[in-house]
């Protein structure tokens, strides 16, 4: 496990800067079919893939949401704009939140925002969420920086008491590891809140 310390963290930096959530302008007027979708995603949500041969959306994922009630049914196997919205809430919320939580969030979004013939529309919603989400790009890699440097410092320790290089750097990564973890933790569990406040038992 070899790395340069001041290389991984400019890389996550640029990383961070590179986010680039899909423009509203980006999604198409005209419905799609199933397979047209997945490619739409497939082309729009790369940059959020944890490796190239994974896959942003399936068929079966498709299906299942249906199934569940996140996603409102296609018309005539057609899926249009507000469709393609919600697949993009949802892609981001699985990664963090248990389908059923998910399914609360989606359904007073689908009951009131999707195909909104006036007042609030859903790609409204979505770009004042995706306005907001880039607005925190800054503080977050500032807060990256700032827990790269307390691992540094931890990996400093390790070496005070005798630890080897490569002991030292997995003490490194690991307590940067566990930083980020707990961060994501906290958060999780305030959403769960405020999504039981919305749903209350």
Known sequence: MTF?????MQSMIESLGRIEPVNVSDLPDISLYMDQVTTFMEKNMEHAKRHSTDKVLTKTMINNYAKNKLLPPPDKKKYDKDHLILLIFIYYFKYILSINDIEKLMAPLSENYFHSKSGMKLEDVYSYVT???LSQVESIQEF???KFAESTDISEE???KG???EERRFIQIFSFICSLSFDVYVKRLMIEKLIDLLHPL
């Open 4 to 8: 340069d310390p001041e290389d991984l």
């Open 163 to 165: 630890a080897t290089d």
């Open 158 to 160: 390790a070496r005070a």
């Open 144 to 146: 990256v920086r700032q």
């Open 131 to 133: 306005d907001s989400s």
